[in-house]
C-alpha cells in the first residue's frame, strides 16, 4: 500500500479514479481528510458526489425488493441510485459494513452494474475510504475480491503540516492557530496535527479546522481554554495556548507589504515570524498583484522563511505566476535552485 501526503493524494483522484475512471481505495485514520479531498476534488471537476455508507444498508437496499409484475419478476431500486448526469460513487467508511454489504458492490464497480441496474455512464468512477485496523474504529474484514477491485490502487493518507497549512490559508481558518501549529510542531518530534493527546483525546487535522478554528474565532479567554481542553486535553490546551499568547497581536500586515513598516523578524518569536508569513500568503490569496509586494517583504526574513513563504506560494498559485511574481520582485535568484 502506497503512503501519500494529501496533495499527493488529490493528484490520484483527479488523475486515476476521476480521469481514469479507475476504482481507488483510501485508507487512513479518522479525521485526516479523506472524504474532504474527495469531494474537493469533484468540486473541481464539476461532479455529484453519492456517498454510501454501507453499514447503514441492507442487502434489499442495494439489490432490489423482488416484485412479480406481468411481465415477471422486477426488482424495486433504492431511489438514490443514479440514472443521470455525472458523479462519482464514494464508499465512504467501507469496512465499517459488514464483509456480506461490502461484498454486495463487486458487481457494481467491476461490471458497473447490480441485476437489472446499470450504472449511467457519467458515474463510472468509483472511490472508496476507510480506516485500516490499527486506527481503533470499527473495521471488518474486506474480501480479497473487493480488494483487487481497486485496479487504481490502495493508498494510505498521511497528514502532512505544509499541506495542511497551505489548505488552511485558503480557508477560513485563523492565522494565529496556524502559525501556532507551525511552531509547535518545528519544537516537538511528535508533531502536533496529528498524533494521540493527553488523556487519551485523539488531535486530528478535522479537530484543528472545525472545533479548535471556531473556539479560537468565537470565546475569550477561559472560556476558550475549557472548551479547546476538551477537544485536545488539557496539558495540550495549556501549551498551544500559551503559544498563541507569544503571538499576542498581529503585526500590521498591508504596512509589511508597502515596505513602511518598522517590522523585522530579528529577535522576534519564531511563532510570530510564521503568523507574518501566513498573513502575507493570505493577502496574495486575496490579491494576486501583491506576490511581488509580499515575496520582496519576506526576501528580508532570512531563507528558512522565504523558501517557506514560496513553498506554500506553489501549492497555492499556479507555477508560472509565482515565477513571474519571483522576477517582479527581483528575488528570484534566492531560490532559483529551489525551481
Known amino acids: 500500500m502506497k503512503r501519500v501526503r494529501p496533495s499527493e493524494l488529490r493528484v490520484i483522484v483527479n488523475k486515476v479514479a476521476i480521469e481514469g475512471r479507475l476504482p481507488v481505495m483510501i485508507w487512513g485514520a479518522p ?37 412479480k409484475t406481468e411481465s415477471g419478476m ?44 446499470e450504472v449511467p455512464s457519467g458515474w463510472r468512477r ?8 490499527w486506527h481503533r474504529s470499527i473495521s471488518n474484514p474486506m474480501p480479497a475480491g473487493l480488494r483487487n477491485r481497486f485496479t487504481g490502487g490502495h493508498y494510505e493518507l498521511v497528514p502532512d503540516l505544509e499541506d495542511w497549512v497551505a489548505w488552511a490559508l485558503s480557508h477560513d481558518i485563523d492565522e494565529r492557530l496556524i502559525a501556532a501549529l507551525q511552531y509547535l510542531d518545528r519544537n516537538d518530534p511528535k508533531g502536533w496535527l496529528f498524533r494521540s493527546g493527553n488523556e487519551g483525546v485523539e488531535l486530528s487535522p478535522r479537530i484543528w479546522a472545525t472545533g479548535v478554528n471556531y473556539a ?55 511563532s510570530e515570524i510564521y503568523l507574518v508569513v501566513n498573513g502575507i500568503i493570505k493577502r496574495c490569496l486575496a490579491n494576486s498583484s501583491m506576490l511581488p509586494a509580499g515575496l520582496k517583504a519576506a526576501s528580508g526574513f532570512g531563507n528558512e522563511y522565504f523558501y517557506l513563504l514560496v513553498s506554500l506560494l506553489l501549492r497555492n498559485f499556479k507555477r508560472e505566476d509565482v515565477v513571474k511574481g519571483l522576477i517582479d520582485s527581483g528575488t528570484y535568484s534566492i531560490v532559483e535552485q529551489m525551481l
Open 126 to 133: 468509483f472511490i472508496g475510504a476507510s480506516n485500516l485496523p
Open 216 to 270: 479560537m474565532r468565537s470565546m475569550n479567554g477561559p472560556e476558550a481554554l475549557n472548551a479547546i481542553s476538551g477537544m485536545i486535553g488539557d496539558d495540550n490546551a495549556l501549551e498551544f495556548m500559551e503559544v498563541v499568547k507569544r503571538i499576542s497581536q498581529l503585526p500590521d500586515i498591508d504596512r509589511i507589504l508597502r515596505g513602511n513598516s518598522d517590522w523585522k523578524p530579528q529577535g522576534k518569536d519564531v
Open 74 to 117: 422486477r426488482f424495486l431500486k433504492y431511489n438514490r441510485l443514479p440514472t443521470k448526469g455525472n458523479g462519482i460513487w464514494f464508499f465512504d467508511e467501507l469496512t465499517h459494513a459488514r464483509t456480506q454489504i461490502q461484498g454486495l458492490i463487486f458487481e457494481l464497480i467491476n461490471d458497473c452494474r447490480i441485476e437489472d441496474y
Open 31 to 67: 479525521g485526516i481528510g479523506k472524504s474532504e479531498i474527495v469531494r474537493d476534488c469533484a468540486l473541481e471537476h464539476d461532479l455529484s458526489v453519492l456517498d454510501l455508507r454501507l453499514n447503514y444498508y441492507e442487502e434489499t437496499d442495494l439489490l432490489g425488493i423482488p416484485m
